[in-house]
């Protein structure tokens, strides 16, 4: 019989719905069952492209004799931590305090207040590697909480006084003003942290740090250092080459388990894609790379093909495990390559690096391996042919893959997840002249502020299957925003810009923190053991990050002090640490570029129906990479929303455009020339 997670939406939770654990979602129910028996809870949180929680499942919670010592003990509580990122912070820092590392799938003990005082994440089914066996876990525990209670408390407020701490707490004095040295800093720690062999940060595993290539392309930008455009695009030729990169479908894996960027971890997340997707866009404008354009193209062109549902949402994570086996779907034996490929088959396993005896348990994950100038000198063809004859064999190998059977997909719809990668198809729409991605993005900006925004303006976190749910997490409203000012600057609809300004506004309103910044959670959301505030980057940027970011933006559009003091204070706060860790607070760094460039106040007032003056003067505006401007547009006589289109009309009935730093403007110009040196040129002093 299934169990009660039967009921949940979460692919994640429904997983487990046949296991013969007796499951509870996290709620109310579980936690007075807890109070009522007394008894501890068991809180396992995962989510739905996890290998080891697929792995932790079969061998454990699928077991009658486990399950039996779980339900007569403990009360079991499941929880998708791409659900509820508000219990996988606080009771990830309890795990991390506890044991000194964290990941998923976690497993914590709390007390039937929700106070951690045991944890782990993955437990084996036998003792292995120094780890005990999950029994012996389970049998540990049971007997220190019926017979030495006291240690159990006791232990339990220790870890809660940790948690509780809170981030900001540790952070050195405030600078009084934010400055470049900090920007230079942050580079130089970048620079000195660098794999120069096989680039990125680190070892194995081996992240591909989407914020930090941001960070570092603005940088360049705001500095002219040549230093930060080296180390991002030498990394991001590198993760395309690699075997994270998928070579015939599109899309990056989460990350590679190697420090060369060769075997990946195989999911794939949506956050990873969309965050990917716009650097490689940016990096594609900074240095007119076509292959920088043709990752973009791929990545978006996979989301548009498996993970876009028909409503408009962005679907949240595919699978890394098929039939059972961990990157099945994407690997090649030499014979099967041979066998579908033919007479091209020695080229592509040139290009492509294969060999009899694979890279990856004896399977071969396909990576770039060689130039195609060197492959057409190698087989005595012309560059163009043997390019031609690639692309053919990847079509063909493609379309065979697709008769596999295909990873498992999570089909739930994340609001801040789908902001991000709304941010990304509505700039690649603008920038690369792509219809279909600008509809993407208007069926999803649609979706999300139709399907995830309540009456009352307030966001639900999750969707699927027609149903929202959960309160809506401060990244939700600050990644969402982002997504709709980058959709208006590609449609100039005044609709998203308001949606996204009403967003920022809830966000103010309920989740500020006193002390500078916000809160993870709003002011009426559920009370847990603590009210988090994660300011540090995870995979995602952090809540915090983002909303500083959008805040500059939104005072660039309106000239309102309250974004403006709100972002300042929040980023003078945390400015001591951003050198210190860049790659930790990477949007931090960003948002700090944005507010150091001067960022460019952009009004135009012209027809969008086909005025080629306007055309023009957008081509400049938009023709290279900006990443310090605003830009806002309106048609002559028509009122907007937007205080910095107030008052504007066009000179000699032509289309016109003014340029303004913290809304003092320069001349109006209709000439695209006269536009581009006033954008190029240096704000005047203060």
């Known amino acids: 019989m299934p169990n009660r997670l039967a009921a949940e939406t979460s692919p994640y939770l429904l997983q487990h719905q046949h296991n013969p654990v007796d499951w509870y979602a996290w709620g109310p129910e579980a936690l007075n069952r807890a109070r009522a028996e007394d008894k501890p809870i068991f809180l396992s949180i995962g989510y739905a492209a996890c290998h080891w929680c697929h792995v932790m499942e079969h061998e454990s919670f699928e077991d009658p004799a486990t399950a039996a010592l779980m339900n007569a003990n403990f009360v079991c509580i499941k929880v998708d931590r791409e659900e509820r990122p508000d219990l996988d912070s606080i009771y990830m820092q309890a795990v991390v305090a506890l044991t000194g590392h964290g ?308 089909d739930k719809v994340l609001a801040g997840w789908n902001g991000l990668m709304l941010a990304a198809f509505a700039e690649a729409a603008r920038v690369l002249n792509r219809a279909d991605y600008r509809q993407a993005a208007v069926a999803n900006a649609g979706f999300a502020l139709s399907t995830l925004r309540r009456a009352d303006g307030r966001l639900y976190r999750s969707w699927r299957n027609g149903q929202a749910r959960l309160n809506g997490y401060l990244e939700d409203y600050a990644n969402l925003a982002e997504g709709l000012l980058a959709l208006y600057e590609t449609t100039f609809d005044a609709q998203y810009y308001t949606a996204a300004e009403a967003l920022m506004d809830t966000a103010l309103d309920h989740f500020s923190d006193p002390r500078g910044g916000f809160f993870d959670t709003s002011d009426d959301h559920e009370q847990l053991v603590t009210r988090p505030k994660d300011i540090q980057d995870n995979a995602t940027p952090s809540g915090n990050g983002m909303a500083v970011t959008v805040l500059l933006k939104l005072a660039a559009y309106s000239g309102d002090a309250r974004y403006a003091e709100a972002a300042d204070e929040a980023l003078t706060s945390v400015q001591p640490v951003l050198a210190q860790y860049p790659t930790g607070f990477a949007q931090w760094l960003i948002a700090l570029t944005f507010r150091l460039g001067q960022p460019r106040e952009v009004a135009l007032v012209g027809d969008q129906a086909g005025d080629p003056g306007l055309a023009a003067l957008l081509a400049v505006v938009f023709g290279a990479y900006r990443p310090f401007q605003v830009v806002a547009l309106k048609s002559p006589g028509a009122a907007s929303p937007i205080p910095l289109l107030a008052g504007r009309e066009p000179l000699g009935g032509r289309a016109t455009a003014a340029v303004c730093y913290n809304f003092t403007c320069r001349l109006p110009v209709t000439d695209p020339q006269a536009l581009r040196a006033q954008l190029e040129a240096p704000p005047d002093p203060a």
């Open 103 to 410: 990941g998923w799938p976690m497993s914590v003990f709390l007390t039937p207040a929700g106070a951690p005082f045991y944890g782990g994440t993955y437990y084996p089914p036998l003792p292995a590697h120094g780890m005990p066996a999950f029994r012996q876990v389970l049998g540990g525990i049971a007997d220190a909480w019926l017979n030495r209670r006291d240690t159990v408390l006791s232990g339990a407020q220790d870890v809660l006084t940790h948690v509780r701490q809170g981030e900001l707490l540790g952070l050195p004095p405030a600078s009084e003003a934010l400055s470049l040295e900090t920007v230079t800093a942050a580079t130089q720690g970048l620079w000195r942290t660098f794999d120069w062999n096989h680039h990125g940060w680190g070892g194995a595993p081996k992240f591909p740090q989407p914020m930090a290539l941001e960070f570092l392309l603005r940088a360049h930008t705001l500095t002219g250092e040549a230093t930060p455009l080296e180390l991002a695009t030498k990394t991001l030729t590198s993760m395309a080459h690699g075997g994270m990169y998928d070579q015939l479908g599109g899309g990056f894996h989460r990350y590679a388990t190697d420090a060369i960027w060769l075997v990946p971890h195989f999911e794939k997340m949506l956050y990873d894609n969309a965050q990917l997707a716009r650097v490689y866009l940016h990096a594609y404008q900074v240095t007119g790379d076509a292959e920088y354009r043709r990752v973009v193209e791929e990545i978006l062109d996979y989301v548009l093909r498996e993970m876009t549902d028909p409503a408009g949402g962005f679907y949240s994570t595919q699978d890394a495990d098929s039939e059972g086996h961990e990157g099945k779907f994407f690997v090649w034996s030499e014979a099967e390559l041979d066998a579908a490929l033919g007479a091209d088959a020695a080229l592509f396993k040139a290009a492509y690096g294969v060999r009899a005896s694979g890279n990856f348990e004896g399977q071969n994950i396909l990576f770039a391996a060689a130039e195609a100038g060197d492959l057409a000198e190698r087989f005595k063809l012309p560059v163009a042919e043997a390019q031609a004859r690639l692309a053919a064999a990847r079509a063909t190998l493609f379309a065979s893959r697709e008769q596999r059977v295909h990873p498992g997909r999570d």
